[in-house]
């Protein structure tokens, strides 16, 4: 048993840190305001390596374990605290890994190069306007027709859209491949978006995450080679969920690095402000919510280097069960956003009239990370049926 990274894990963390807070950092104001991640900063990002950075050496990424690339997750969440940059980042790599896994390979020589190089967006469209949590009942379908695919329906709330649209690139995309059945009649496929015949695309205007886009995904007799498929037909429901663990576990280690910051600047700032002839730092008060805050975050990074650990040695050792993975995973995604929101909530209120101003930029961080609470990757009451079926067993999983 080790509670802390390993030498290089170490030197690796430190070197994301000083290359996020120059290149990051910098711009998060401007990536909030703006409402877009400049480009140079996604190719700088791509430059260092991180963009896919789980995606296998011969498509241009560095084969990451996951415990990296949830180190490189909440060092970017630390510098973006809006989560915005994190975002575009982990939905490369969680759903990179994935198409790295299954896809064909001439669909990844297609499409994976240019992920790891920033010229292209990687992400995921399962939720349609009907719901997000009952994957299962997806309305979107895709059939086979003269060897290609033929894809109908709709995505909505997905993240990247205006990205995908601008940059190229596209979607691992749930899809329904045989509508008598439920999540045995879902497949997995990907989906360009960019000047692809029969894609209309619309961009929602959000509460956060302003740096990147949310937004529709109409879908009309899209054709898309038959390579495109991702595994096999029917069984997309069991890829997906493999995917899901992958994002959810980035985006855990996402809200602990945002949180982190925050409780960091909170405690610098209650030090040097003071009230009542001490400082804020000097009053029970504070030091009580301070105690609860970190140990809150200490436990929840605790459990996401778990998550991590898990999915590294399932899928490196092969000998954590998929069961295992799922309920440790859930648990990081349950805990990690609501921990984030509160301890950022909390600095947000030390600081006083200051904290309400958008130059504080705390108030970017609470907004990001309520995406996370709302459900982007899952939502949370989708944790806890996660986490009581694999307790109980599927026999009490709720109809
Ligand atoms: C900013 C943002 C970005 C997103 N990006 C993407 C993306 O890139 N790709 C993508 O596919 N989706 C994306 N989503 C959608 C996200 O996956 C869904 O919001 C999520 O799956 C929940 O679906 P829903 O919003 O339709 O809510 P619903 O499924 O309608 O659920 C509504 C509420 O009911 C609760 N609920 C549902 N079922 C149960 C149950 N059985 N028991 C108890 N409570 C239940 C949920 O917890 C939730 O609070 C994004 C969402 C947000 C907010």
């Given at each position: ?138 309305s979107t379908t895709m059939e ?6 033929v894809i109908n329906g709709a ?20 899809v ?22 029969g ?20 879908i009309n007799n899209v ?177």
């Amino acid at each position: 048993m080790d509670f802390s990274f390993n030498e290089e894990q170490e030197l690796f963390r430190k070197s994301v840190r000083e290359f996020c807070t120059k290149n990051i950092a910098t711009r998060a104001s401007e990536i909030d305001e703006k409402g877009e991640i400049p480009h140079e900063v996604l190719e700088s990002m791509a430059g260092f390596g991180l963009l896919g950075i789980t995606i296998s050496e011969e498509y241009g990424g560095s084969g990451a374990d996951f415990t990296t690339a949830a180190i490189v997750a909440g060092e970017i969440a630390r510098a973006d605290i809006s989560m915005a940059t994190a975002v575009y980042y982990l939905v490369g790599a969680g759903w990179g890994f994935l198409m790295n896994r299954y896809g064909t390979r001439i669909a990844k020589e297609e499409i994976l190069p240019d992920v790891t190089t920033g010229k292209k967006f990687l992400g995921i469209a399962s939720t349609e306007a009907s719901g997000g949590s009952d994957i299962a009942s997806i309305s979107t379908t895709m059939e086979k027709r003269n060897e290609r695919l033929v894809i109908n329906g709709a995505k909505s709330f997905i993240s990247g859209v205006r990205e995908a649209t601008r940059y190229g690139g596209g979607y691992v995309t749930v899809v329904k491949t045989d509508p008598q059945l439920s999540h045995k009649g879902l497949s997995l496929c990907y989906m360009p978006v960019k000047d692809t015949s029969g894609v209309t695309t619309s961009i929602f205007k959000q509460m956060g995450r302003e740096g990147i886009s949310t937004g529709t995904i109409d879908i009309n007799n899209v054709e898309v080679p038959e390579h495109y498929l991702i595994g096999e037909w029917n069984s997309g429901f069991y890829y997906a969920m493999e995917g899901f663990n992958c994002a959810r576990t980035l985006v855990a280690a996402a809200c602990i690095g945002a949180a982190e910051k925050a409780l960091e600047s909170g405690i610098e700032y209650i030090k040097e402000r003071h009230a009542f002839g001490a400082p804020l730092a000097k009053y029970e008060g504070m030091q009580f919510q301070l105690a609860d805050d970190y140990t809150r975050l200490e436990s929840a990074r605790l459990l996401v280097y778990k998550a991590a650990w898990m999915l590294d040695r399932m899928y490196v050792e092969d000998r954590i069960s998929q069961n295992d993975v799922n309920k440790a995973v859930a648990c990081a995604k349950l805990v990690a956003p609501t921990t984030a929101f509160d301890i950022i909530k909390d600095v947000l209120t030390w600081y006083g009239a200051y904290g309400y101003t958008r130059e504080a930029g705390l108030e970017r961080g609470l907004r990001g990370v309520y995406s996370y609470i709302i459900g982007a990757e899952g939502a949370q009451n989708i944790m806890k049926l996660i986490i009581g079926r694999e307790i109980l067993g599927k026999e009490f999983a709720p109809h």
